[in-house]
Nanobody, 125 residues
Framework: QGHLVESGGGSVQAGGSLRLSCVAS????????VGWFRQTPGKEREGVAA????????YYTDSVKGRFTVSQDNAKNAVYLQMNSLKPDDTAMYYC??????????????????WGQGTQVTVSS
């Protein structure tokens, strides 16, 4: 779809940090819930974190609580995922996606309407 564009992926050592960015691109969209998902080859896509932009309510999967932080910058029309204390298990393609409601959609990928192209995160031991 190309409505969202991720950036900020890369290769880091375990314990390092990355900040992923998700910026709205192309035509305007109605989604107010922005989620971060990750996927490795042959694995089901996993919800990592999400933010409901209107209220700044955030959601996290248990495996990243205390390490990852999702935030937004409305002036830049961007959502960020700050990833600290990275582990090799965090290695994946990371996607941002948008839905109308986090309560209704999170963390189910089919319920998110707009998707970015993904950015690769690789964490070495």
């Amino acid at each position: 779809q190309g409505h969202l564009v991720e950036s900020g992926g890369g290769s880091v050592q375990a314990g390092g940090s990355l900040r992923l960015s998700c910026v709205a691109s192309g035509n305007p969209y109605s989604g107010n819930c922005v989620g971060w998902f990750r996927q490795t080859p042959g694995k089901e896509r996993e919800g990592v974190a999400a933010i409901y932009k209107a209220s700044n309510t955030t959601y996290y999967t248990d495996s990243v609580k205390g390490r990852f932080t999702v935030s937004q910058d409305n002036a830049k029309n961007a959502v960020y995922l700050q990833m600290n204390s990275l582990k090799p298990d965090d290695t994946a393609m990371y996607y941002c996606a948008a839905a109308r409601s986090c309560v209704a959609a999170w963390p189910r990928p089919p319920l998110f309407n707009y998707w970015g192209q993904g950015t690769q995160v690789t964490v070495s031991s």
